[in-house]
């Protein structure tokens, strides 16, 4: 073990002469110091590599379909309810809940509206469960703790789709960095909860 934590030290960018020469007590307060670090610094990681961003910095620079366009749409399909649905779906792509509904507020009255409403509701709902299920696809190697961690997270952010939609983008091109660095961080508890109980042994 004592040659797995100058390791871990060394890789986390300690100098491996300074390591050397420094007590197995010494070595062991700098490992202690380093994963309680590490440990804490994980919920960072996501941002850090771009995972988290908040709502505007995800839709500035993404191209919109004009709220009219797809309105044309829609009265051109009245009669026809899974062509509506269909429109509202590739809506949802572009704005937010928020914006859809307050459109269709302004657009339209009575059962019309309300018939857009509920669509709409089924439609954000379903997307929502589509990106929450991609993403734990992609988090599936992760350690079962972390897994559920971080699923908890999503699921607290999930009204938020332009976010999830970023996250997503991002997790198929970096999630075996985002899954090293998790498996990563379980070593470090575990290698940090085993020289506690021995550092506790020596007491």
């Known amino acids: 073990m004592h040659k797995d934590v100058v390791s871990q030290l060394i890789i986390h960018g300690h100098d491996k002469d300074k390591l050397k020469n420094m007590s197995l007590e010494e070595l062991q307060e700098l490992f ?3 994963s309680k670090k590490k440990i ?24 919109q379909t004009p709220f009219n366009s797809y309105w044309e749409k829609i009265l051109s399909s009245k009669d026809e ?13 572009d704005y937010s809940c928020e914006e859809i509904l307050d459109f269709f507020a302004n657009m339209a009255s009575g059962s019309f509206f309300r018939s857009l409403e509920g669509m709409l509701e089924v439609k954000w709902s379903e997307y929502q469960e589509i990106l929450l299920d ?14 559920k961690t971080q699923m908890e997270y999503y699921e607290s952010i999930r009204d938020q789709v332009p976010r999830l939609e970023f996250i997503l983008k991002n997790l198929k091109k970096n ?10 961080k379980k070593k470090i508890i ?11 042994e020596w007491k």
């Open 32 to 34: 202690e110091q380093e």
């Open 40 to 63: 804490s610094s994980f919920s960072t990681i996501l941002q850090e590599q771009g995972f988290v961003e908040t709502e505007q910095d995800v839709l500035e620079g993404k191209a």
């Open 81 to 93: 309810a899974m062509k509506i649905y269909d429109i509202i779906g590739n809506m949802i792509h």
């Open 134 to 147: 991609e993403i734990e696809e992609h988090y599936k190697e992760l350690p079962q703790d972390e897994l």
């Open 175 to 184: 999630s075996k960095h985002l899954i090293y660095m998790a498996h990563l």
């Open 190 to 200: 575990e290698d940090f909860f085993v020289e506690q109980e021995k550092n506790d």
